[in-house]
């Protein structure tokens, strides 16, 4: 057993129920800093409603979570401080429609980690510019496209100095021709060490960017291991069956 | 019947030839529309011969009793009415944010007050609670409400107000986006906080244009104050236009009065529907 602390989250024994449903059965992985893990499977399989538990957006009915060391399944966890550390990307983007993309960027450096004004400016253009759209502060997000409110909402998530990144099927909401800039952030972000928990249907990101890549069908872990080896030589039928559908779709046939 | 060539014109079934005794759908257009007319012109004929409208005129648009009403109508009665309105619009406004946190709170005991108060002032004519105001003071010996008169009135119409202001409100908090909490909360935001930046803010913005409609209404019924016995400075339009009525045995100032509610509501009924109309387009 590793040492608690040398991981940047660690999942043990993770059940959750919704009503009779049974989503996670029995999770069990830890992700170390500056690691990449992509989590693929069928819709149904459970990679989102893990995802979730990570900050606990869902609560899990059983099991526990360590963040950085800190046990967040603990009722008396200061959930909002953990949260802080670990940032979040929604497929529905979920930008403030009420707030220009400045703000967006701003408005949680400054109520949460109180930072003045001209810091948290600073600091929002700065991850602005990275994702590329710094020429947009001063918009509305219904005014940019999907590809731009997405990589909007990641440097607003960025701009907390988050230790992890989960990010939610980050490009299943958009068009085809934008997930590639979508992409191409998440992939910089990747290189620059930044530790990250991607749930994904982009089989090539997987491949090419990933650590580690998880597949998950029922609501349990059935292949974790090396890109190369989960996406390019899957041990388990249920892995070969899902990657066949997935990079082969007109050829369905079983 | 599906055959395109016959579907303009063939009012029967298939088969039935295309010319027909009967009269074409056209024909029958026009002819309810002569009868529509027809109609018409015989009410405002009618309607003309029987008016006396020089006795209509002199005891609604008497000129002489109009301008007797000036310039008090709007420097008095208006800036009342005004005062009344808006004063229990605010209020209501901030009650009714409150019982709808409090319709949404997950302590069981806030949701029953809520739905308590919610129900029974929802459900009781405005009039009544103006009645109820009034005898207060020999409810609760030695209370007052603040602000006299004006209180009085403002705390009338901000309990009318304030539990149709509840639900609307309700339904705009529940009206904004799961994922908008979401996003707040994984930023580290307390779910005060969050309701407080994110959530009502946005639902705020929801509810502008039936609560422009409400305040239309609220601004209808700040004639109510008519009877809290109101006198001298503290009239609004109807008591003034009633008082003046009276002693000049005259409607003129009732219908000057009229006018100038519709001054008001008028232009606030269409920056209401504009407002629905543009929010519609945004999002």
């Known amino acids: 057993m590793a040492t608690p602390v040398t991981h940047a989250v660690e999942i043990r024994n993770l059940h959750k129920h919704f009503g009779k449903l049974e989503v996670l059965r029995g999770i069990d992985f830890a992700v170390d800093p500056g690691q990449v893990v992509c989590v693929i499977g069928p819709s149904g399989s459970g990679k989102s409603t893990l995802l979730r538990c990570v900050n606990l957006l869902e609560r899990p009915t059983s099991g526990r979570v360590i963040l950085e060391g800190v046990e967040l399944t603990d009722p008396d966890v200061d959930i909002d401080a953990a949260r802080r550390r670990v940032g979040m990307v929604f497929q529905q983007f979920n930008l403030f429609p009420h707030m220009t993309v400045l703000q967006n960027v701003m408005i949680s450096q400054r109520r949460v980690l109180k930072r003045n004004r001209a810091e948290a400016e600073r600091i929002a253009r700065e991850n602005l510019e990275k994702v590329g759209v710094a020429t947009k502060c001063d918009v509305y997000p219904g005014q940019l496209s999907g590809g731009q409110q997405q990589r909007v909402a990641i440097a607003r998530a960025l701009a907390m100095n988050p230790a992890l990144m989960l990010f939610d099927e980050p490009t299943s909401a958009l068009d085809p021709e934008l997930v590639g800039d979508v992409l191409a952030v998440m992939r910089k972000l990747a290189e620059e060490g930044m530790t990250m928990l991607v749930v994904t249907h982009e089989m090539a990101f997987a491949r090419d960017v990933a650590d580690r890549v998880v597949f998950m069908d029922g609501g349990v872990i059935v292949e974790d291991g090396p890109a190369a080896q989960v996406i390019g030589a899957p041990e388990h039928e249920r892995t070969r069956g899902f990657l066949r559908r997935v990079l082969d779709p007109t050829h369905t046939g079983e | ?283």
Not at chain 2, 5 to 20: C, F, W, Y
Not at chain 2, 40 to 61: D, M, Q, T, Y
Not at chain 2, 100 to 115: K, N
């Open chain 2, 1 to 283: 019947m599906t055959d395109p060539s016959k579907t303009a014109e063939s009012s029967g079934p298939a088969g039935t030839p295309l010319r027909r005794a009967g009269l074409s759908p056209r024909k029958k257009q026009r002819i309810s529309r002569i009868v529509q007319y027809v109609l018409l012109v015989a009410v405002v004929v009618f309607l003309l011969a029987r008016i006396e409208w020089g006795s209509l005129a002199a005891n609604f648009a008497k000129p002489e009793v109009a301008a007797e009403t000036w310039p008090e109508v709007f420097t008095v009665a208006l800036k009342n009415t005004i005062i009344y309105s808006v004063g229990g619009f605010v209020f209501a406004f901030l009650l009714g944010l409150l019982f709808a946190l409090m319709r949404l709170s997950s302590v069981a005991p806030y949701r029953w007050i809520a739905i308590a108060y919610i129900e029974i002032f929802r459900g009781l004519p405005a009039l009544l609670i103006f009645l109820l105001i009034l005898f207060l003071p020999l409810a609760l010996p030695g209370f007052e409400v603040p602000g006299g008169t004006y209180g009085q009135g403002i705390l009338g119409l901000t309990v009318v107000g304030s539990a149709y202001m509840a639900e609307t409100l309700r339904a705009g908090l529940q009206a904004v986006p799961r994922g908008q909490t979401e996003a707040a909360r994984s930023l580290g935001m307390s779910h005060a906080r969050s309701m407080i930046t994110i959530v009502i803010p946005q639902a705020v913005r929801i509810v502008i244009p039936p609560t422009t409609n409400q305040f239309v209404s609220l601004l209808k019924d700040s004639s109510l104050v008519l009877f809290l016995g109101v006198t001298g400075d503290y009239v609004e339009l109807t008591k003034f236009g009633n008082d003046l009525a009276s002693t000049h045995a005259n409607a003129t100032p009732i219908l000057v009065v009229g006018v100038t509610y519709l001054l008001v509501t008028i232009p606030l009924g269409y920056l209401a529907s504009r407002l629905e109309k543009r929010q519609g387009k945004g999002r």
